[in-house]
């Protein structure tokens, strides 16, 4: 049986190889996906809040539980077991279905991601992943879209003006983000010739698609992540400061928790994604993928989850490092830098893969460094520059009128209403 497995290891990865596992096999790989993910959550619960107080000078949660590892589970018995109040003005049906489609596409996304190489258990030879697709990205991709439905309905179905705002924030944020995250995949797509995301890992066996592809589709696919799962610094659909909650502000005890549920196991997708699709999956790095033992087997798995933790680690770094956006600056940085730089990207790595079977190695490298840096110089002249601040002219004060839109506006500095005394002139009266 070892034999076996190594000899089908050694084979290339295809789709023929799933669908044949018993039924008690596949179910058992189901749970096992579902407890993973929960225990993920509550890991980068304590990681997240332990992590950015550490950052921060501070302690953290370390009252429950050795270090305060159990504050997550705390926090979740404490939600589920809270009152559950539903204002009187929501769409009821709606209300109660939004949080469960918010989470139940996170959940299911994870089906397609392989966790490692093949194993045997109990006898059967089968690999470390759920099920595969001939388009299994464009299905992670499809629920990740379906998941933010759950957010919009949610906002829309409170009845009230700030959870809307932030659906439709969020609704935004999707469609902006989501196309410069697809076309960072695409240059992955045409290294290795396939959307099987078996496939696209077995096409990375000798080079990660980071080296093959540059750095920069990947940069833009960590950026556009962050933004569509809603993370600091781009969390504006439940920004505290504009919008009180945000999409959830009406929302309470269990229901509440599975936004956050989703939040974060929406995290764990986009990085398993990232890993699968740009950092050779669970397969191992350097020195490790110098012995044969550390691409078989269980062991697989220690690579693919330590891959993962950087990245799971990368959003708790930013959240700490750096400020919330304005929402004019977050738009304008999608559709004016990362969609346009994605494109340029995308026409480099085609042109490259036409032009490289006619080229020698070390001059395609040459080529792709060049390109490189002419696009990055092409980006920072489109950079916008600090306008240096207008001359001021010495003048009075202007005089406006305040009801000429329709309605009563406040002065600016440097205008005064019609009549009032200003200051500097003395008036005349008569004696």
């Known amino acids: 049986m070892i034999t076996a497995v190594h000899v089908l290891a050694s084979q290339e990865d295809t789709l023929s190889t799933f669908g044949h596992d018993p039924w008690w096999l596949i ?3 189901a749970v096992a996906i ?11 619960m304590w990681v997240e809040r332990r992590g950015i107080a550490r950052m921060q000078q501070r302690l953290g949660p370390n009252r429950v539980g050795p270090y305060g590892l159990g504050q997550g589970l705390a926090d979740g018995i404490k939600l589920a077991l809270k009152e559950d109040i539903i204002p009187a003005i929501v769409d ?5 279905l939004a949080p469960v489609l918010a989470a139940m596409p996170a959940f299911m996304a994870f089906g397609v991601i392989p966790l490692g190489s093949t194993v045997s258990i109990a006898g059967h030879v089968t690999r470390l992943q759920l099920s595969d697709l001939p388009v299994a990205v464009l299905y992670v991709l499809a629920m990740s879209s379906i998941g933010v439905y759950g957010i919009i309905l949610a906002g829309w179905s409170s009845g009230s003006t700030y959870p809307l705002l932030g659906g439709l924030r969020s609704a935004a944020q999707v469609i902006s983000y989501e196309v410069a995250l697809g076309l960072s995949l695409v240059a992955v797509f045409l290294q290795s010739g396939s959307l099987s995301t078996a496939e696209i890992v077995n096409s990375q066996a000798h080079q990660w698609a980071i080296i093959t592809t540059g750095v920069v589709p990947f940069a833009i696919y960590c950026v556009s992540a962050v933004g569509e799962t809603n993370r600091a610094p781009f969390d504006l659909p439940e920004a505290e400061g504009e919008l009180v909650g945000g999409f959830h502000t009406e929302y309470s005890s269990l229901k509440f928790a599975m936004f956050f549920l989703a939040e974060y196991i929406n995290m764990t997708t986009v990085s398993a994604l990232a890993t699968t699709m740009f950092l050779g999956g669970w397969r191992p790095f350097w020195p490790f993928s110098l ?11 220690i690579w693919f989850f330590l891959k993962l933790s950087v990245l799971l680690f990368g959003f708790v770094w ?5 400020p919330r956006l304005r929402y004019d600056q977050f738009m304008s940085f999608g559709w004016k830098r990362l969609i346009p730089l994605a494109l340029v990207w995308l026409l480099i790595v085609a042109s490259l893969r036409v032009i490289s079977p006619h080229l020698a190695a070390n001059r395609t490298r040459l080529i ?3 390109v490189g840096l002419l696009v990055l110089a092409l980006l920072l002249s489109f950079w916008p520059q600090k306008a240096p601040p207008p001359a001021v002219e010495e003048t009075g004060p202007v005089e406006f009128d305040p009801f000429a839109g329709g309605f009563p506006v406040p002065p600016l500095p440097g205008q005064v209403l019609p009549g009032a005394p200003v200051e500097g002139r003395q008036e005349v009266t008569g004696g």
């Open 92 to 96: 009821k049906p709606v209300y109660l």
């Open 291 to 301: 012995f044969g033992w550390a691409d078989n087997g269980w062991v697989t798995l």
């Open 27 to 29: 179910g058992g790989k």
């Open 318 to 322: 930013v959240r700490a490092t750096l």
């Open 368 to 370: 792709q460094a060049v």
């Open 34 to 44: 579902f407890a993973v993910l929960v225990l993920i959550t509550l890991l980068m």
